[in-house]
Each structure stands twice: as structure tokens, then as C-alpha cells.
């Protein structure tokens, strides 16, 4: 399908997946591919220190709005924007917004925050999140990317909204946990990409978590970006010294081992990825798009773009969603 | 056995060394780098020598605490069976728990215990309070240190993104517990100055029409029950401190060859610099093996001159990885100087995850000589 009209497809896009997985690499590059399509792109960090900012080539961002990859040029591309929204900073937001003076605020160090974000749980999570319902009501971008917390704790971000409709059974905080439901479980406003490695534990806990997200919160899931796998490279299954004699290349024999042995490597870890793959598909039955493992562990903006430009192909062999 | 990269632990085994000299292990680093199968390595390895070593581990992989024994066991260590003539004990953290018991035990009588155990306010806490899980995984970690029923406790702390959490964790819930609002909730019973009551009225009816009353209601109550037990916690708490300074705890930083993860574990090492604690190991898992011995700039020539060849592919394949052992070495130089002169052992990538006791000793078969002595 369209690049377009698949990030068209609903307003905000919540990227959760185990830590180490490289979320906040899939979410820059959902913006960059998003943005080469015309949408114009705001990334939602929560913690900090996610490395978004280099991936662009720019420095890390904060609590102000910056711009990490401008639109314009030949492609007729559109903004990638960024911010960071702790959960911290949401509650003192709404405090504020809601009648908090300046002899009370005083009293708004640390730990009274931790007093009361423990009498009501969940309630950091839900300010972020209303945080975000707000800004794509004001429509801020064509596509919201939010960075979310790491698995085990993305399922319980999320399902602070269903929590709290429940335990502030009146007030503020009901109204913003109900409005928040509203948009999580509406596919046209609000979609979960889950991204995980091609490896054994990653793809377990996703798919649990995939569970739980559609059974406990009714989200609606998008495909499933499977970060990091060896690109195919034909031609590494003889063996290199036969090889080089059939060519008649003298090569040192040291050399024609580690060749082997590389060559074996990757052979035998493409095999294992494909496994994963596999037990990926049969075990949920979510469209996947692979992203390319890259041979570098320090990425920047050229990465990103190669990214982008395998997301967009993935997304292109992508049958069009049936609608909800 | 299993196949995989050839094993090359360090001859001079600093880590088993670490082991025979320290009572406790506390494994520590970013989400994600194979924290709790490090600890779990580390503490069946002590086992193997001799020791009666036990693993507190956070969050584990299902078939790794099935393997393990601890499916649907929390807060009781179990006895793994094994080859070692030492012993291994491994426990899941069970939060509320180890928070409970630590009421009970610095409750004045049973009726104050019960009191905070059925407020609404305290069951938050365990769930939602930072730093309540790093608080209790020390707890529980000086718990079972004092009862000297363990020669070595490993302990496996939560994936905390920020380090400071991890450290601060016992200082920072007595503050919570300390804090002034505390006074100003139970005021109401005390009588304070008329000044101050209107400030902590003005607060609570701002924080009422947020929450709803209900939940303040239960917040005051949670305090005003608490009352008097202060000073049990922040005794406590100085104790579990006191223990992470002694020197038989050893702190080993795990991490992976990433750039992200080694800024974390970088910003960790100055933490506890900071903090006056000092890095024991470094223990690098996932690291992409380096086939050619030679430096990138000659790899990458090669690949260029058999460009076009049949060997092309290969080649290309080999430079391919001499690219990520370069910059994987990239990432670990600033840490490694940074910890020295903590050993830094390195795990290579392995063929498959970790989910039984075999596939800790192929681990353990990097770490240690004896390990890799063992399996052949």
C-alpha cells in the first residue's frame, strides 16, 4: 500500500517494544518515512536520552519542540519534529491548569508529585497520554510518533486509562482516562506498532504483549517492525577456498578461513532469524515489515534514511488495511 | 554440546576470583543487555566453586525460571540441582511482599501492621512508587546477606532507565516517607499552626478535585497510620547503604556493544564513582565476533580488490562484520578505560537465547577458564 495513505490511516502512532530492541530507531525512522511521504511528523519521546536526535544528526531535544529533519527539498517531503513529554512535567501541567496557586505549588517538590502520583496510579501515565490525545486534537501534525516506555511497562501505560475510568470514578482525572480510552481504542485516531529483534525472547514477549494490548486495552495494532535482519547476500554457500581455486585467485589461506567462517556465521544466524520469522507469523497474525541489520552500531542520518527507505518498500508489499 | 564460537576466557580468571572474594554480586546495566542471565551465570559458577550462592533476579524470561525452578515461586529462594559441589539457590523479588514483611517488622504491634497493610494508598506504592522494586531487591538483598545462610548473594537489579534510581532507591522512600506533606496530611490531629494548615488544606483540595477525595482520604490515613515508624526505615535503609559500600560487595556492569547502552553503562560507572563505589567487572555480552584479525582499512581493501570475482560475496561478508567488531571496540574504548582496572570479559553473540542450565555453562564457558575447562 501508499506510504501516504498508511500513515494516513490513523493520527497517532504508539511504537512499544522490549528494551534493546531499537524502538526509538524505529520510531525515528516511522517519522522520516512518514514525512518523505508528506505527513508532517512530531516524535513524542517520554524518558530522554533515547538518541533520536542523533540518528537526525542533531543534538538531543527536551521539553521544547525542535525540528530534527526539515521538509522541502526534491522529494517534496514534510517536517520531522520531536519533543520530549515526561511524565513529570504533564503532571505539573495539569496541576497547574487545574488551580494549583503559587503557596501550594511550593509545596510541589518531588516527593509531594510522588505523593500524589501513588494515591492515584497511573496518573502520570494517563497525563502523558492526555498530553498527547491534546495535541493531536489540535491537530499539531498530520502523524503523532510516541516513543513509549519499554514492553513490560508499555502494557501498563496503557492500560492506565482503562484503570483510572475505573478508580476516579468522577472528577478531571475520569474525564481525561475516558477521553484517552477513546482514542487509544478508536484505529482511525490511535495504532500500536510492536517492534521486535528476529530473536527467540524478543518475539516470545511480543507476542504476550500483543495479546494483552488487543484482549485488556482494545488497541488496535498495526504491523509488526521486526528490527535488525541480515539483509540476503547470495553466493556464501560454497566454500570460499574451492572457490578460489575454481577461479584460480590465490588468496592466503588465513584469509579463505575467516571468509568461511564469516560466511558461516551469517548463514547460520539468517537461518535462526528465519526461524523466529516464521514462529513471528505463525504465533500472530500481524503483517510484518523487516528492517535491514545494518553492520554498524553507531547510526546516523544516512542510516536513518536507509531505514526509511526500507520501511517504505515494506510498507509498499503491504496488502491495503481492510477497514476496521 | 552445543556448537558456537570458540570460548576464550581470560587465564587468569578475575572473575572467579571476584566470586571467591566478595559476598555479594550486584549485576547492574541497561535494560535489555542480559543482565539476569549474567547474574544467574555468575552465581551457578560460585556454586561450581565450592560456595553456597544464591540469585535474586527482577524479571526472567519464562523458560529461564522454569529451567531454574522458580515458575510461580516468589520470595522463597529454591534449591536448583546441579553438578556443582557448592550449592545454588535462585529467588524471584516479589515487591509487595519483601514491603510487606518489612511492615511487620518495624510495626509497633500487629494492629498497626494490619492498619498500612489494608490501606488503599500503601498497595499503590508497590506498584507505582519509583523506586520502591530497586528499594526492595536491596532489601531483600541485605536480608538474605545478614542471614548468613548464603556464602554469596547475586543480585540482579530492575532495568531501571535511570541509574540514579538504583542508588537513591533507599534514600529516596524514606524522603517520600520523611517528606513535610507528611506532616501537613496528618496535621489535621496535631494541631499545627493555622499558617501552615491553610497551605496543606489549600494542596489537598487542589489534589481532592484532581483524584477525587476518596484517594486523599486514603493517603492521610496511609500516613497517620504510619506514624512512629519512620525512624525503623531510614535505619534500615542506612544499613542497606552501608552494605552497598562494604567491601565485599562487588558491583559488575553489564552491557552490550551498542553505542546507546555503553553511553548508559558509562553514565552508571560515573554514578558510582560518584557515590565512591567502584566498578569490579565489566561484562560485555553480544559481541559480534572479529573473523579476520585485521584491521578494517585492510579488510575493506580486500573486499575492494575482489570485487567482481566469485569471492566477492565472501569478502564483502567479512568486511561486513570487520565494519561492527570496529566500531562494537568503537563504543567499549571510553568504558573500558573508564572502570579500569576492572577486568572486561567479552561474551560473543551465541546461536540461540538462554533458557536452561546448559545454556548458562556455555556463558560460563567465556567468563571463566574453569567453565571452559568443564564443557570441553
Known sequence: MDPAQFFAASRVLIVAGKGGVGKSTVSAALARTAARAGLSTLVVEIEGKSGIGSLFGRPAFGYEEVVLHPGGGPEGSADVRARVLTPDDALVEYLEDHGLHRVTRRLMSGGALDVVATAAPGIRDILVLGKVKQLERAGVADLIVLDAPAAGHAISFLRSARGLVDTARVGPINTQAADVLEMLTDPERCQVVLVTLPEETPVNELVDTAFSLEDEIGVSLGPVVVNGVYPPLPGLDADPAAVATAAGLAVAPGELAAMAAAADFRRERTRLQGDQLDRLAKSLPLPQLPLPYLFSTDLGPDHLEALADALGEGIGALDAIPGP | ?376
Open chain 2, 1 to 376: 554440546m552445543t556448537s558456537g564460537p570458540a570460548a576464550h576466557p581470560p587465564a587468569d580468571d578475575p572473575l572467579g576470583r571476584m566470586l571467591d572474594a566478595h559476598s555479594v554480586v550486584i549485576c547492574t546495566g541497561s535494560g535489555g543487555v542480559g543482565k539476569t542471565t549474567t547474574a544467574a551465570v555468575l552465581a551457578m559458577e560460585a556454586a561450581h566453586r565450592g560456595r553456597r550462592a544464591c540469585v535474586v533476579t527482577i524479571d526472567p524470561a519464562r523458560r529461564l525460571a522454569d529451567a531454574m525452578g522458580l515458575a510461580g515461586l516468589t520470595d522463597t529462594p529454591a534449591l536448583v540441582e546441579g553438578p556443582w559441589p557448592g550449592e545454588l539457590w535462585a529467588m524471584m523479588l516479589d515487591t509487595k511482599s519483601t514491603f510487606d514483611a518489612l511492615v511487620a517488622t518495624h510495626a509497633a504491634d500487629p494492629e498497626q501492621a494490619a492498619a498500612i497493610l489494608e490501606n488503599r494508598f500503601y498497595r499503590n506504592i508497590s506498584g507505582s512508587l519509583s523506586g520502591t522494586q530497586e528499594y526492595m531487591a536491596m532489601e531483600k538483598l541485605y536480608e538474605l546477606h545478614t542471614e548468613e545462610r548464603f556464602d554469596l548473594v547475586v543480585v540482579d537489579t530492575p532495568p531501571t532507565r535511570n541509574a540514579l534510581d538504583f542508588l537513591e532507591a533507599p534514600r529516596r522512600l524514606t524522603r517520600f516517607l520523611d517528606h513535610r506533606l507528611y506532616r501537613l496530611l496528618v496535621s489535621p490531629t496535631r494541631g499545627l499552626v493555622r499558617a501552615v494548615n491553610l497551605a496543606a488544606q489549600t494542596f489537598l483540595r487542589t489534589v481532592s478535585r484532581v483524584v477525587g477525595t476518596e484517594v486523599v482520604h486514603d493517603a492521610i490515613g496511609f500516613f497517620a497510620a504510619f506514624d512512629g515508624m519512620e525512624a525503623g526505615f531510614r535505619e534500615r535503609a542506612a544499613a542497606v547503604v552501608e552494605l552497598l559500600a562494604d567491601p565485599t560487595t562487588a558491583f559488575v556492569l553489564v552491557t552490550a556493544p551498542r553505542a546507546d547502552v555503553v553511553e548508559e553503562a558509562t553514565f552508571f560507572a560515573d554514578k558510582l564513582a560518584d557515590a565512591g563505589l567502584e566498578v569490579r567487572a565489566l561484562i560485555v555480552n553480544r559481541v559480534h565476533p572479529d573473523f579476520s584479525g585485521q584491521t578494517l582499512g585492510h579488510v575493506v581493501r580486500r573486499a575492494e580488490a575482489l570485487a567482481g570475482t566469485p569471492l566477492a560475496p565472501f569478502a564483502a561478508n567479512l568486511a561486513d562484520f570487520a565494519a561492527v567488531a570496529a566500531t562494537e571496540e568503537g563504543h567499549l574504548e571510553g568504558l573500558t578505560g573508564r572502570v579500569a582496572p576492572a577486568p572486561v570479559v567479552r561474551v560473543p553473540f551465541l546461536d540461540s537465547d538462554v533458557h536452561d542450565l546448559g545454556g548458562l555453562d556455555r556463558i560460563a564457558a567465556h567468563l571463566f577458564p574453569d567453565a571452559a575447562e568443564r564443557s570441553g
